[in-house]
DNA sequence: TAAAAAAGTTATATTAATCTAACATTTTTT
DNA sequence: AAAAAATGTTAGATTAATATAACTTTTTTA
């Protein structure tokens, strides 16, 4: 298990988030779902997984079905929080269509950082607040 | 001349930034200070200028100076453009600390669509408005 | 102006992410 | 339960971006 703590690359922060959607939907995530939803092969997908295992973020028995540790679970949690973030001032703040504040905030939500998003929640919370006062 | 009009990749993106910011500084540009400003090597640099160059992005004599095309600079002010509007959205409205806006939209100029961006330009010169009307 | 230093280039290697093709295992169907 | 289909894995190739090391050209300096 290869636990530096450094930075995932883009790439396995998205099949992380994938995994964990495809748990949330099916209960289950196989590795033909994870190919399937982010249209690659399931060659690719093998590898990625190896690389997960060794950082222990993933579980992934030959043949199995795959499962997230507690640790690759909190990096999915987080990198979708970021997104959902994203997508609600993309969309809501700023009047960005639903399909491109999709597509903007899952390339943004990798690079992000944690000081930007905790200010842009705050504004969230601002902006809303102050369309209530209004609507009175 | 591999003039598809295909996407560039970040780095690709941030060659032609850096280009640009070191003709408006210095006048010029040369391949040392681009491995400087972007801490890649000389020979990373070289390889980059030949693959903008085959793109007619830039042009690069051997042992010469390097020079952006009509087209490399209308890609690099772009880019430009928008790590301008994201790093104003995120001190100005959002209060995020300067240096950290600046590596956030460094990153982020590079996945902002364009309907994102004009959206996010009117809406920071709609809260600039009101910001005014309040201190009548 | 010749030697030394700086800058630039090329050849070769590495890493990450992907692919295709061949192979292995599991599941489904008859 | 055997054959066929689906799924998963492995081996080997490709592309992009980088690095190091050796080499070339240009610039500086003694």
Known sequence: M???NKRL???????????????RENKIARVKDISKELDVK???????????????????????????TE?????????????DVLVKFFTEILG??????LKD??????TISDET???LI???????REGNKRKK
Chains 1, 2 share one sequence.
């Open 71 to 83: 640790e690759g679970q909190k990096i999915a949690d987080d990198i979708q929080h970021k997104e």
């Open 9 to 23: 690359t883009e790439s396995l922060e998205n099949y992380l988030e994938t995994i964990a959607m495809l748990k």
């Open 117 to 119: 998003l905790a200010k």
């Open 122 to 128: 705050f504004f969230i919370g601002k902006i809303g």
């Open 42 to 68: 399931n060659s690719s997908v093998n590898i990625a997984l190896n690389v997960l295992a060794d950082k222990g973020l993933v579980i992934h028995e030959k043949y199995g079905y795959v499962d997230l």
């Open 96 to 101: 960005v269509d639903q399909e491109i504040a």
């Open 2 to 4: 290869d636990n530096l």
């Open 105 to 110: 905030a899952c390339r943004m939500e990798h």
